[in-house]
């Protein structure tokens, strides 16, 4: 049994604005009957003030998708395109009170189709089934995603495990044997935010408090280093920071490696002078 | 609201009469079976009275029946005892539509070095069996297939597929938890080796289960650290549950005809009448070799997490094979298996009847029914208008 909230069932049970529109100046379509949930949306759009005055849906699929897709005609209704636009799968979530984990794709399906739909309206009305960009490449074999949707799904939400994107996206959520290459995504999104954190802050390290010197610290080791180690079957933690010298305890593989030394030097070591500090130095525990 | 219960093969009512057989063994004769004194000793006795209860069921002799917590734990310990009995064997075969307490530990196996077949099923789910014949051979340890399909209440050839599994020297083991009180469940007929059923499918209190294991079988228990149930299930038994177990398994065995008249005429009435109702629906299984309770049925264009919920709203329960239900993704193993293809596998409904569905209940169902698939394909753009 599934969690849903009060809304959820309030717009499964009461669909707003089902049906098509006819003559509609805009059609979006996403998702397939293979995939298990599709939706298609139709829009009337006023050509002065580009204000959408009419909306409507149709859904194939569980109760958090008629709702999502319900929920959303209510949200875009009465907004000029540009302010539709910005609708985004949190805020559609947000709208039915929350949706469970693993129904968050729901969303993101509501999502793409409004973009579609509006898509469909600034080529002229023609239908537009919502579809990643032919260079991004496919991710997920089995249910046909893309990094393109795999990255805007962490960006909009947030998402921090293989998991959270397979909840949002569907993404390695048949085979599973595309979670390594989801989780090389996460990595190189996850390192991006990092150093942009830092510049905002516009504070050196050696200015850090050192709570904050070892949560940043912390913060390589575990978005950049582990999961380098991971894929060798080791993994790594800090022990102390004493001045400049970061004591580390290498583990799981690593620890019996004979390599171990030159890991620690060449690869622990650089990354933290990079990201951090050319000063820092790092032993083993 | 009144419930419709149509999920029987999910679990079922523990029956008044047979809580009403444990009860006494919880609060009055709470001692251990194990015990000296006459006391707690004197409850051997009720649980051998259930081992013949058991047995009768399964036209076993009573030391051929170890009780066990369940249908998992019997599927476990016979695939588990069977490939330990023949070591130097490394071959096992399965099919693909089996429970997954039977399939996950056949794939462990597969990770610990054993060969592994997966045997295939045609549309109606039905075995493979050319395809079975071209991979048995010497080396096969276990042939471990279900009597009865959960999903589809398509049954298996388990005597046929248990022969062959002879002739190779092969052990076989068959998860009946789905077959036992449905339809007749001899064990020596079809000359199994190994067989699992579970209480809670019965009418019986859930936590337990009964393997059977034919005489002069090696059986190495999988539970250690106790001489209960002979040495071959260690840990104090669960008397109240075994009582009641025994008294459902004598009852099933009472009523098992009721299910050819009574179950089967409700669930045909009912698979007629949505066939004729409701168009784009087809029915998942071989209707002509399933169980007599089971009707599993694809409406197309709409996805069954929805009707369910819809059902549910009625009172009325039954459970779907579409991918939204579990969380999974991935529609059922087993009609994909059948090569059902996806819209119709989302769009499953399965209903599991006993004999306890009134007449009055299932034509509540016919009612409700068309109403909620046309509401759902009014809202779906694949239905065309």
Redesign the interface.
């Known amino acids: 049994m599934w969690d849903y909230t009060d809304k959820v069932l309030d717009h499964f049970k009461n669909p707003r604005n089902v049906g098509t529109i006819e003559n509609a100046d805009g059609t979006g379509q996403v998702g397939s009957l293979i995939c298990g949930d599709a939706l298609k949306l139709t829009i009337k759009v006023n050509k002065e003030t580009e204000v959408i005055e009419d909306i409507k849906f149709q859904t194939f699929g569980c109760a958090s998708a008629i709702a999502s897709s319900s929920v959303l005609t209510e949200m875009a209704k009465g907004k000029t395109l540009e302010e539709a636009s910005k609708i985004t799968n949190q805020d559609i979530a947000n709208a039915l009170g929350s949706l469970p984990e693993a129904k968050m794709h729901c969303s993101v399906m509501g999502m793409e189709a409004l973009e579609a739909a509006i898509k469909s309206y600034r080529q002229g009305g023609k239908p537009v089934v919502f579809e990643q960009t032919q260079e991004s490449k496919i991710v997920c074999e089995c249910f046909n995603i893309t990094e393109e949707v795999i990255l805007k799904a962490i960006h909009t939400n947030h998402l921090k495990t293989v998991e959270d994107i397979t909840h949002f996206t569907k993404a390695g959520g048949a085979c599973g044997k595309c979670k390594g290459a989801i989780q090389q995504i996460l990595d190189k999104v996850l390192a991006c935010e990092l150093p942009q954190k830092k510049q905002e802050g516009k504070k050196p390290f050696s200015a850090l408090t050192i709570v904050e010197k070892i949560k940043a610290i912390e913060n390589i080791l575990n978005t950049e280093i582990k999961p380098q180690l991971n894929k060798d079957g080791g993994s790594i933690e800090l022990v102390d920071l004493n001045g400049n010298v970061v004591t580390v305890r290498l583990l799981g593989g690593c620890a019996s490696c004979i390599a171990s030394q030159m890991t620690l030097k060449n690869f622990v070591g650089k990354t933290l002078q990079d990201k951090l500090d050319k000063n820092l130095e790092v032993k083993q525990a | 609201m009144k419930v419709i219960y149509l999920d029987n093969n999910a679990t079922t009512r523990t029956l008044p009469e047979v809580l009403q057989k444990m009860a006494p063994y919880f609060t009055d004769f709470y001692g251990n079976a194990s015990s000296i004194h006459t006391f707690g000793g004197s409850n051997k006795h009720a649980i051998e009275t259930a081992r013949g209860q058991v047995s009768k069921l399964l036209n076993a002799e009573p030391e051929e029946v170890i009780f066990t917590s369940g249908g998992t734990e019997g599927d476990s310990s016979a695939i588990f005892a069977a490939v330990n009995s023949s070591r130097q064997k490394k071959h096992i075969i399965t099919s693909a539509v089996e429970h997954p307490a039977v399939l996950e530990a056949c794939k462990y196996l597969a990770s610990r070095g054993y060969r592994l077949d997966i045997i295939g099923v045609d549309e109606k789910g039905r075995f493979n069996m050319e395809q079975y014949k071209s991979v048995l051979d010497e080396d096969t340890a276990l042939v471990t297939t279900m009597w009865a399909n959960s999903e589809t209440g398509t049954i298996f050839p388990v005597k046929e597929i248990a022969k062959l599994a002879h002739a190779k020297g092969a052990l076989f083991h068959t998860d009946a938890v789905q077959a036992a009180g449905k339809i007749p469940t001899d064990v020596k007929d079809i000359d199994a080796d190994f067989v699992s059923i579970s209480s809670h499918k019965i009418n019986g209190p859930k936590g337990t289960g009964a393997l059977y294991v034919k005489k002069g079988t090696h059986f190495m228990p999988f539970m250690r650290g106790g001489h209960q149930e002979n040495l071959r299930r260690a840990g104090t038994e669960n008397v109240p549950n075994i009582v009641g177990f025994g008294y459902a398994a004598e009852l099933a065995k009472q009523h098992l005809p009721e299910y050819q008249t009574q179950v089967k005429t409700l669930r045909d009435l009912l698979e007629k009448e949505l066939l004729a109702q409701i168009p784009d629906t087809k029915i998942n299984g071989d209707v002509e070799n399933r169980l007599p309770n089971t009707l599993n049925v694809s409406f197309g264009?709409?996805?069954g997490?929805?009707i369910l919920?819809?059902l549910d709203?009625e009172g009325i329960c039954a459970s779907s094979g579409?991918?939204?239900?579990t969380?999974?993704?991935?529609?059922s193993h087993v009609l994909r298996a059948m090569g059902v293809p996806?819209?119709f596998a989302?769009g499953s409904i399965r209903f599991s009847l006993s004999r306890f569905t009134t007449l009055e209940e299932i034509k509540t169902v016919i009612k409700v029914l068309p109403g909620i698939v046309a509401r759902l394909r009014?809202?779906?753009?694949?239905k065309k208008a």
């Open positions: 264009y709409i996805e997490e929805s919920m819809f709203e579409s991918a939204c239900t969380g999974s993704l991935e529609p996806f819209q989302h009014a809202i779906s753009p694949f």
